[in-house]
């Protein structure tokens, strides 16, 4: 309920975005892709995937077999402003969060808006703690649900607070877990208690930093924040720090594969367009399988879920 009430502050904002955009009034002429629908309404194409994503979650658009969107019946009365009962009228005075969300849909330059090392010590304090609340009840489930055995150690890559980790132990007492992160949030959360989770500096996307001695790297709420390029660059750093056989075990909030939902992981995806690292998506686990393929790992698999909302995936190094 709490994670709804967090995301449905951007449902209102999704629509007045395609209100605004003249989506309805583009796909009102016929279905259409998103590509097509970019060229059309001169938006760039992550941004029309993000809103067309956000929109068929909300019900209000439809995908069909080709992966092209229509409006669904029951909403076009309401959507479209030919229709005598057009509701947009009600709806197209903007706020504050409206207008941000206008301007990253136009967007075209996907860099991070600024690098956490360059940020004050309460900025990151105030990311992590963030972070910590959104992951917490979800390594809670994680640590019951997933199968450890044969794992020793965990490399808890990008992991923030160490909530995974710590998770992952006190399930697993017989397990070694080493969170590594960027300097600033390593000596922020050095402050705190980790218990007996170790805690080293590294880059995520340079894998001579990354701790060696693991046989297992876990990616927990990590790869929605990069592009395709940035995902397998870090799949790569995966397995390379792997040893054979070693194993990869991704968290996410997964797309279904036509990207027309669940409205959990659709209103997700339009979030990332408003956050700081501007190039992140929600994947579905067709796009993470291929990705994680093209890093070189096998034995991709769908693990179980951690929740309502989250999901895993686990992929292996050849023996």
Same mark, same amino acid.
């Given at each position: 309920?709490?994670?709804?009430?967090?995301?449905?502050?951007?449902?209102?904002?999704?629509?007045?975005?395609?209100?605004?955009?003249?989506?309805?009034?583009?796909?009102?002429?016929?279905?259409?892709?998103?590509?097509?629908?970019?060229?059309?309404?001169?938006?760039?194409?992550?941004?029309?995937?993000?809103?067309?994503?956000?929109?068929?979650?909300?019900?209000?658009?439809?995908?069909?077999?080709?992966?092209?969107?229509?409006?669904?019946?029951?909403?076009?009365?309401?959507?479209?402003?030919?229709?005598?009962?057009?509701?947009?009228?009600?709806?197209?005075?903007?706020?504050?969060?409206?207008?941000?969300?206008?301007?990253?849909?136009?967007?075209?330059?996907?860099?991070?808006?600024?690098?956490?090392?360059?940020?004050?010590?309460?900025?990151?304090?105030?990311?992590?703690?963030?972070?910590?609340?959104?992951?917490?009840?979800?390594?809670?489930?994680?640590?019951?649900?997933?199968?450890?055995?044969?794992?020793?150690?965990?490399?808890?890559?990008?992991?923030?607070?160490?909530?995974?980790?710590?998770?992952?132990? $006190?399930?697993?007492? &017989?397990?070694? *877990?080493?969170? #590594? @992160? %960027?300097?600033?949030?390593?000596?922020?959360? +050095?402050? $705190?208690?980790?218990? &007996?989770?170790? *805690?080293?500096? #590294? @880059? %995520?996307?340079?894998?001579?930093?990354?701790? +060696?001695?693991?046989?297992?790297?876990?990616?927990?709420?990590?790869?929605? @924040?990069?592009?395709?390029?940035?995902?397998?660059?870090?799949?790569?750093?995966?397995?390379?720090?792997?040893?054979?056989?070693?194993?990869?075990?991704?968290?996410?909030?997964?797309?279904?594969?036509?990207?027309?939902?669940?409205?959990?992981?659709?209103?997700?995806?339009?979030?990332?367009?408003?956050?700081?690292?501007?190039?992140?998506?929600?994947?579905?686990?067709?796009?993470?399988?291929?990705?994680?393929?093209?890093?070189?790992?096998?034995?991709?698999?769908?693990?179980?879920?951690?929740?309502?909302?989250?999901?895993?995936?686990?992929?292996?190094?050849?023996?």
């Amino acid at each position: 309920m709490v994670r709804s009430l967090w995301l449905g502050r951007l449902a209102y904002p999704t629509v007045v975005s395609a209100l605004e955009t003249g989506l309805f009034e583009a796909l009102d002429r016929g279905p259409a892709t998103v590509p097509k629908l970019a060229k059309t309404l001169g938006v760039p194409a992550r941004g029309i995937e993000v809103l067309t994503s956000g929109c068929a979650g909300l019900g209000l658009l439809k995908v069909r077999g080709d992966l092209s969107f229509e409006i669904a019946p029951a909403a076009r009365p309401f959507v479209v402003r030919s229709s005598p009962y057009f509701f947009g009228a009600q709806l197209l005075a903007a706020d504050g969060l409206q207008s941000s969300l206008r301007r990253a849909l136009q967007r075209r330059d996907n860099k991070p808006v600024a690098k956490l090392e360059a940020r004050s010590d309460a900025a990151v304090q105030a990311f992590a703690q963030s972070m910590e609340a959104h992951s917490a009840a979800t390594a809670a489930v994680a640590a019951e649900v997933l199968d450890m055995s044969g794992v020793s150690s965990v490399l808890d890559m990008a992991g923030g607070s160490g909530c995974f980790a710590r998770a992952l132990e $006190r399930r697993h007492p &017989r397990l070694r *877990a080493t969170v #590594a @992160d %960027l300097a600033p949030v390593v000596e922020l959360h +050095r402050r $705190r208690t980790f218990g &007996r989770v170790d *805690a080293i500096a #590294a @880059d %995520l996307f340079d894998a001579a930093t990354w701790p +060696r001695g693991h046989d297992c790297v876990l990616l927990a709420n990590v790869l929605h @924040d990069w592009d395709e390029e940035g995902v397998e660059k870090i799949l790569r750093a995966a397995r390379k720090v792997l040893p054979p056989a070693g194993r990869c075990l991704i968290i996410e909030v997964l797309m279904d594969e036509n990207r027309a939902g669940p409205k959990y992981a659709a209103l997700y995806s339009v979030s990332m367009v408003l956050g700081d690292w501007r190039s992140g998506k929600q994947y579905s686990y067709a796009d993470l399988k291929t990705m994680l393929a093209k890093a070189g790992f096998r034995d991709v698999e769908r693990g179980p879920e951690c929740g309502a909302f989250h999901s895993t995936i686990v992929a292996r190094k050849e023996a």
